[in-house]
């Protein structure tokens, strides 16, 4: 069964960078597998729901959400069968639960996860 568990400082200054990482275990996050995954960024504000931030496939192709394509980068290390995220300039309004997720198509959005980690509070706070 995979896992994924988040990780990553859970508080961030206004302007600086928020970085988490993924580890996933019990599947790879490349092309080695007959079934390929969507490795994805996900966060829920306070009261609000959840956002789709973009996604690293099993191929590479990286996508990003046109709200936030400016600031955020998403990799990975192979390697590790890690995934990160990276939001830059952050503010308080991007202070939210932060997930790591498996997603089964890339046009299916939050309903296409089929795996998520259990979420990491990060606060942007001065």
């Known amino acids: 069964q995979v896992q994924l568990q988040e990780s990553g400082p859970g508080l961030v200054k206004p302007s600086q960078t928020l970085s988490l990482t993924c580890t996933v275990s019990g599947g790879s996050i490349t092309t080695n597998t007959t079934i390929y995954y969507y490795w994805s960024w996900i966060r829920q504000p306070p009261g609000k729901g959840p956002e789709y931030i973009g996604y690293?496939?099993?191929?590479?192709?990286?996508y990003y959400s046109p709200s936030l394509k400016s600031r955020t980068s998403i990799s990975r290390d192979t390697s590790k069968n890690q995934f990160t995220l990276q939001l830059s300039s952050v503010t308080p309004e991007d202070t939210a639960i932060y997930y790591c997720?498996?997603?089964?198509?890339?046009?299916?959005?939050?309903?296409?996860?089929?795996?998520w980690g259990q979420g990491t509070q990060v606060t942007v706070s001065s």
């Open positions: 690293i496939a099993y191929s590479g192709e990286i």
């Open positions: 997720a498996r997603g089964v198509s890339p046009g299916w959005g939050i309903n296409g996860l089929d795996a």
